[in-house]
């Protein structure tokens, strides 16, 4: 191993202790100070405001060191206003944080067991995130609900279609959950496509395999879809997905 990859490797752990002990941070001490407001939705957006900060020192911190070259405050297009379901492939492992520091106020489905991490559990639950349980493939009913409600009450949902993290090359089976929400509220879908070259934190990959470079991480929002249009919520699906794979496609 050379020095540059040790150095690399020591920097990248850095990202990662200060994730955990920022995320940790935030639970018990920051977000439960920011929501002491009698009014939940007003509790949440502050909350998901200070999230947002925070993931854009943690990307700041990553572009510095050359690891991830991204800077959320320069993303290309911004998302349309009012609710909708933004639905993206999910390349690397800093996806969530990268939109979250771009975007700010989303409404995450995310797993399980990260509800259940003491580090960022109580963060997930503060900001308004939603459960997404221990399912394999196809969405929970109680999901779906969640989902549906943080819709009709004005907010925007991001949900990864595949449902895990994106296979080395293309796209895994889109899962239906966040089109049958969409149809559902009547509400647009939002696709959008991500892309990280060179290749690194992706599925599979131990988080110290850092390439030699810095992983450049751009987002393409793409033409919204609104849900009126379709005769169904698979009939929505089929066409997100479709225009995902053809932005991916223009990449390579």
Known sequence: MTFKQALRI?????AFL?????????????LPLAS???????RQRRCQ????????????????????????????????????????????????TALLAAY???????????????LIGPLLRLCG???????????????LEQAIARLRQGQRVLMFPEGTRSPHEGLSRFRSGAFNAAFAAQVPIVPAAIFARPAGLKKGQAWYAIPTTAIVWTVDVLEPLASSAFPSARDLL???????ERALARQT
Request: aromatic fraction near 8%; charge should be positive; proline fraction near 7%.
């Open 49 to 96: 405001r200070v999230v947002q900060a925070t993931f854009v020192l943690f990307h700041d911190y990553m572009r510095m060191c050359g690891l991830v070259a991204y800077d959320p405050r320069r993303v290309p297009r911004p998302l349309p206003a009012g609710p909708l379901v933004l639905v993206t492939n999910h390349p690397t492992l800093v996806d969530v």
């Open 36 to 42: 002491l407001d009698r009014d939940r939705r007003r």
């Open 10 to 14: 020591a920097l990248a752990a850095g």
């Open 129 to 143: 995130h939603i459960d997404g349980g221990q399912s394999g493939f196809g969405t929970p009913a109680h999901v």
């Open 104 to 118: 700010g106020e989303l409404c995450v489905v995310a797993k399980g067991s990260l509800f259940r991490n003491p």
């Open 238 to 244: 089929v066409a997100a997905k479709s225009q995902i």
């Open 18 to 30: 200060g994730f955990g002990l920022g995320g940790a941070l935030l639970s018990w001490i920051v």
